[in-house]
């Protein structure tokens, strides 16, 4: 770090108060106490997309001693009408950190922007800083504005939906940047390509907040290893996503841009079109356009580290789905809707890989919006069903049973277990914030770093492929070229709107 360059940050910066105070060389823990952490050694982050996950991600950043964030961005200035869990969940959120019982007591609705953003970071900076003053954290409507004039940013936070992240992701790491976004990296083949080679070159920290350490994955691994099931023949993952409306068609009525909201900055590099409601907030996740669907909603968060544990280092080689269909009615007479526009209301995608690692060919079947495999005999015989979301191993001699994300491996049958002997306990280690924020801070690569994401990404960007094409797709990861359907080859970019090409 630049230690030079931050001396001068805000607050420290922002504030005459800090000015009045005469200058004295005094070791940093007679200042701050045990745990203090200097300005000077603070990863310093531009904080990108304010709305309800953003806002709720950001609090325990800002209690982190080692971060301070310094800037926050998002093309909406302010507006009460997002969609979230629960209607007061971002709100207390706030007054839990702040300490304030009174904050957005006359809010009516679930708030959120940039204006959010950063009166949340000035209030909880000036009560724990003391200083009454603080502004020490501006506000961007454009993340290409914040980049251009935050010089002393370490790292950017992007929290914005699916379509931009490749976009920001790559625009900052050519500004030396580290990243850590959200899943997906990005909803487009080619622009996750983009995303993972730019890490690469530039040799910045990166980490996909989809990574988290599993331990029950490692006891998966053992129980296949150690040849409890024979050999491994599928792995089937099943969620009950999507949790918001998905519609079958494009929006046809005029709704007027809402005061505060900069559409085009929303729509980045999707081409224009009018705004809707239906497009943005948590919605935005149905549309291929601005989304990845379910599976790369939830999917990232089960098999971006099943991948690593099981050594699943390159990406399907095929995918095939089926999706839900609609239908309507044109003068009396029903039809089928062909949707081409949004992600179907569920699906099942067969992912086929090849023998990798310790691995053979095995198949990769995904399920969400309530489809999920069969309920295996072994379980029936226990008077056990399967779960709403969960994960299933199958090999030729038994299965495996588990959660959503691998938590709580169990053998089928489960008298199997009694002869099972589990891996050592793992000491442990960094987890949540800590996992990235000390890599960024050692300059160094996290375990959920971009350039681990390649296998699981490219695959899960392809089940959104042979959902488009409605045929399975062959894929030539070398060449990131669908082999059996050249028109098929569309859906791994987009067109771009002019000045937002990658």
């Known amino acids: 770090m630049k230690k030079s360059s931050k001396i001068?940050?805000?607050?420290?910066l922002g504030s005459a108060a800090a000015a009045s105070v005469a200058f004295t060389i005094v070791p940093r823990y007679v200042i701050g106490g045990p745990g203090y952490v200097a300005p000077s050694d603070k990863l310093t982050l531009g904080y990108i997309g304010c709305g309800t996950q953003g806002i709720r991600e950001?609090?325990?950043?800002?209690?982190h001693q080692s971060v301070q964030i310094v800037a926050v961005c998002d093309p909406n200035k302010y507006s009460t009408n997002y969609i979230d869990w629960s209607m007061n969940s971002i709100r207390d959120t706030i007054r839990k950190t702040l300490g304030d019982n009174s904050w957005g007591e006359n809010i009516k609705g679930i708030p959120g922007g940039r204006d959010v953003g950063q009166e949340f970071v000035q209030k909880y900076y000036a009560k724990v800083k003391n200083l009454p003053n603080y502004k020490g954290c501006n506000s961007y409507n454009d993340f290409r504005e914040l980049l251009e004039k935050e010089k002393d940013l370490d790292a950017i936070k992007i929290m914005t939906p699916d379509h931009l992240h490749a976009t920001i992701a790559v625009a900052s790491m050519k500004k030396g940047k580290h990243v850590v976004t959200h899943k997906p990296i990005a909803n487009r083949m080619n622009e996750a390509r983009v995303t993972i080679e730019t890490a690469k070159k530039t040799g910045l920290s990166t980490h996909l907040l989809a990574w988290s350490h599993r331990p029950s994955l490692k006891v998966i691994k053992k129980m296949i290893d150690d040849g409890f099931i024979g050999t491994l023949k599928e792995i089937h993952n099943w969620s009950n996503r999507p949790v918001w409306p998905q519609w079958q068609a494009n929006p046809t009525e005029t709704v007027p841009v809402p005061e505060g909201f900069d559409w085009q900055l929303w729509l980045g590099p999707v081409p224009d079109r009018p705004y809707h409601p239906n497009y943005t907030h948590a919605v935005f996740r149905g549309w291929y356009d601005f989304g990845g669907g379910s599976i790369a909603d939830m999917g990232h968060?089960?098999?971006?580290?099943?991948?690593?544990?099981?050594?699943?280092?390159?990406?399907a080689v095929s995918a095939e789905a089926y999706g839900t269909t609609t239908c309507g009615f044109r003068e009396n007479v029903a039809v089928s809707i062909r949707n081409d526009v949004a992600f179907p209301l569920s699906c099942i995608i067969r992912f086929k890989f090849t023998a990798q690692g310790s691995l053979p060919p095995f198949d990769l079947i995904w399920y969400d919006g309530g489809m999920k495999p069969l309920t295996p005999e072994e379980l029936i015989a226990e008077g056990k069903s399967l779960t709403a979301e969960g994960m299933m191993f199958v090999g030729d001699k038994g299965k495996i049973i588990a959660g959503f994300r691998g938590e709580n491996p169990t053998l089928l049958?489960?008298?199997?277990?009694?002869?099972?002997?589990p891996p050592p306990a793992e000491p442990e280690g960094p987890s949540g914030n800590d996992v990235w924020i000390n890599a960024f801070l050692n300059r160094t690569q996290s375990p959920g770093s971009f350039l681990y994401t390649g296998p699981v990404t490219e695959t899960i960007l392809l089940g959104a492929v042979a959902l488009r094409a409605r045929k399975r797709v062959e894929y030539d990861s070398v060449n990131m070229k669908i082999t059996n359907d050249a028109e098929a080859n569309k859906f791994l970019t987009r067109e771009y709107r002019k000045g937002w090409e990658m």
């Open 58 to 63: 950001m609090a325990p950043l800002l209690a």
């Open 301 to 315: 968060y089960s098999l971006f580290p099943l991948f690593l544990t099981l050594g699943i280092n390159s990406p």
């Open 413 to 421: 049958p489960s008298s199997k277990m009694k002869d099972f002997v």
């Open 8 to 12: 001068k940050r805000r607050e420290f």
